[in-house]
């Protein structure tokens, strides 16, 4: 290890938690530990010696020198990874749920955490007197401005209406006197007039009260449009925010461009010379409109299959065994087959239909028309980073084509360790009507709130195809691709279908273990966690659990 002298020591100490230790922690360099990992690699010392030769200058950092020798290492190392080596925390509040899934879909690197529908009740109004939607600028400065205003504002009068009338009705199911948790955590649970505790008491009606408002939640969350108003905070390393940015700058929704804007500026504050490649990406800005061109010709006419909602996609073995039959060579048709699938992953972000009927439609072209959807996706790099999108990750063991509710997209967004190719937001693929709904009579009012939706979104798409989106219900219908492997769907079925999970993801993972089971049955039996019941009232004991944590922890601190 590095013999450091005493004063040498004193500096370093300000920056790494120990002078002596070969394990040691780094603080206090936010900006420049990126750049020290950096150098320090191509040089014979280690990161603190390195510190002490090159970043600092008479007993502290020289932020000018700092700043020179960060542009020299980005420079003269020209490896995107440098910029892996550094990170920083970013905001972004008041933004409309639409522009959360611009952020959160960009998947290597950052690390997103969004305010929960879950628990959180959106039926109060700003300073101004205002619903917590977006208003964005186009539309507001046009003719739809009242039709826009008219249809947010009865969307979230109902959703802030049916808040108490919900809670009531799931606390007429399930009254506090016959309520049941673990709420000491021994392992059995309890009534209210068995407990004699004080603090088992309050802990056991803050668990009953946190039990019924989740559940009024995660019902009432299917009304809230996209241009409801959330908060996301996000941490995430040099390459990704300068990848996140040129995406939102990219990006045709006015909203995403607005924020890649503001977190240019805030991060050229924090780690400039990380972010300053960031900028519109002019070769992805041209394949929507050619794709959506080609689209539209290529299926004209045709209606969306609307009978699936978890489908796992085969693998085209009744093409290839008839393609076999007539003696094709098994490479060519094996081949062939895996080339038809890629191409309809070009193709599904611009129609409304599902993979299969675009992977049949796909078949039947001939070579220059399969030429001209390759040429249209792909386009004309000119660089190396000109680099086409996710329709090149067709291909894992598992594609599952789903038609879900937009909430249920939003959850399971999540896993990043998967390939996520969805379709435009919009309520034109039906409504999943929570039964729970109907069950408090009040399916007419959530009728009430997707046609309104839908009259908007058509009223909007002509002149505002992006902002139309806006309109989208959390319980309007989104068509999606996820592609996975076995050791992701490990992950994935096992946590969403836990029981606290909401019921509509959980639904999503149990048919997708249905499905590899069909495939694979040995496969589907290792993920033995998967949970098939079903659950009344999912959060219960996780709120028992959350309370039993709760007093251990005001014991250790007492």
């Given at each position: ?13 300000r920056y790494v938690s120990s002078a002596t230790d070969g394990v040691f922690a780094v603080t206090g360099l936010a900006g420049l530990t990126g750049a020290i990992y950096a150098r320090y690699s191509r040089a014979p010392g280690g990161f603190r010696e ?211 804007h503001g977190a240019h500026t805030a991060l050229d504050r924090i780690m400039p010379c990380y972010v300053r490649r960031a900028k519109r990406n002019e070769y992805l800005a041209g394949v929507p409109a050619r794709m959506r061109q080609l689209a539209d ?32 060579a098994v490479r060519d048709v094996m081949q062939d087959e895996a080339d038809m699938l890629t191409l309809s992953h070009m193709l599904y972000p611009y129609t409304n239909l599902s993979l299969d009927q675009i992977r049949d439609r796909v078949r039947g ?194």
């Amino acid at each position: 290890m590095p013999k450091f002298t005493l004063e040498e020591r004193a500096m370093l100490k300000r920056y790494v938690s120990s002078a002596t230790d070969g394990v040691f922690a780094v603080t206090g360099l936010a900006g420049l530990t990126g750049a020290i990992y950096a150098r320090y690699s191509r040089a014979p010392g280690g990161f603190r010696e390195t510190l002490l030769k090159e970043f600092i200058n008479e007993g502290t950092i020289d932020a000018q020198r700092a700043q020179n020798l960060i542009e020299r290492v980005l420079i003269a190392f020209g490896d995107d990874s440098v910029g892996e080596l550094e990170g920083a925390y970013v905001s972004f509040e008041g933004i409309s749920m639409l522009a959360t899934k611009e952020l959160e879909d960009r998947r290597i690197g950052g690390s997103p955490i969004e305010q929960s529908t879950r628990y959180v009740f959106y039926d109060r109004r700003d300073d101004d007197g205002n619903w917590l939607y977006v208003r964005p600028e186009g539309v507001m400065a046009s003719p739809y401005a009242t039709a826009y205003i008219e249809t947010m504002d009865f969307i979230f009068s109902t959703y802030a209406e049916l808040a108490e009338p919900m809670q009531e009705h799931y606390r007429g199911i399930k009254p506090i006197e016959g309520a049941e948790y673990d709420i000491n955590g021994d392992g059995h649970k309890e009534r209210l007039a068995e407990l004699t505790d004080a603090g088992e008491i309050k802990a056991f009606r803050q668990t009953y009260r946190n039990d019924i408002r989740t559940k009024a939640c995660d019902t009432l969350r299917y009304l809230l449009p996209l241009a409801t108003k959330t908060n996301v905070g996000m941490f995430g390393n040099g390459r990704f925010f300068q990848g996140l940015i040129s995406h939102c700058l990219t990006s045709d929704l006015p909203e995403a461009q607005s924020l890649g804007h503001g977190a240019h500026t805030a991060l050229d504050r924090i780690m400039p010379c990380y972010v300053r490649r960031a900028k519109r990406n002019e070769y992805l800005a041209g394949v929507p409109a050619r794709m959506r061109q080609l689209a539209d010709r290529l299926f004209s006419g045709r209606q969306p299959d609307m009978s699936m909602e978890v489908r796992l996609v085969d693998r085209g073995e009744q093409q290839v065994a008839l393609r076999l039959m007539r003696d094709e060579a098994v490479r060519d048709v094996m081949q062939d087959e895996a080339d038809m699938l890629t191409l309809s992953h070009m193709l599904y972000p611009y129609t409304n239909l599902s993979l299969d009927q675009i992977r049949d439609r796909v078949r039947g072209l001939n070579a220059a028309e399969r030429e001209e959807v390759i040429n249209a996706y792909i386009g004309e790099r000119k660089t190396r980073r000109d680099r086409p999108g996710r329709a090149f990750e067709a291909g894992y063991p598992y594609t599952f084509d789903l038609l879900t509710d937009w909430g249920t997209y939003k959850d399971l967004q999540r896993h990043r360790m998967t390939t996520q190719i969805r379709q435009k937001f919009s309520p034109l693929l039906g409504f999943s009507m929570p039964a729970d709904l109907i069950a408090a009579g009040f399916a007419d009012r959530a009728d009430e709130c997707h046609r309104r939706s839908v009259a908007l979104y058509e009223l909007l798409h002509a002149d505002f195809p992006e902002e139309a989106s806006y309109a989208t219900l959390h319980g309007s219908k989104v068509r999606w691709i996820m592609g996975l492997n076995d050791r992701e769907a490990f992950h994935l079925i096992e946590l969403r279908t836990t029981p606290q999970g909401h019921a509509s993801y959980r639904k999503v993972g149990q048919a997708m273990h249905r499905a590899i089971a069909e495939r694979s049955p040995w496969r589907a039996a290792a993920m033995s966690f998967a949970d098939h019941n079903d659950y009344l009232w999912a959060r219960g004991d996780s709120e028992a659990r959350q309370r039993v944590r709760e007093r251990e922890l005001e014991k250790q601190t007492t």
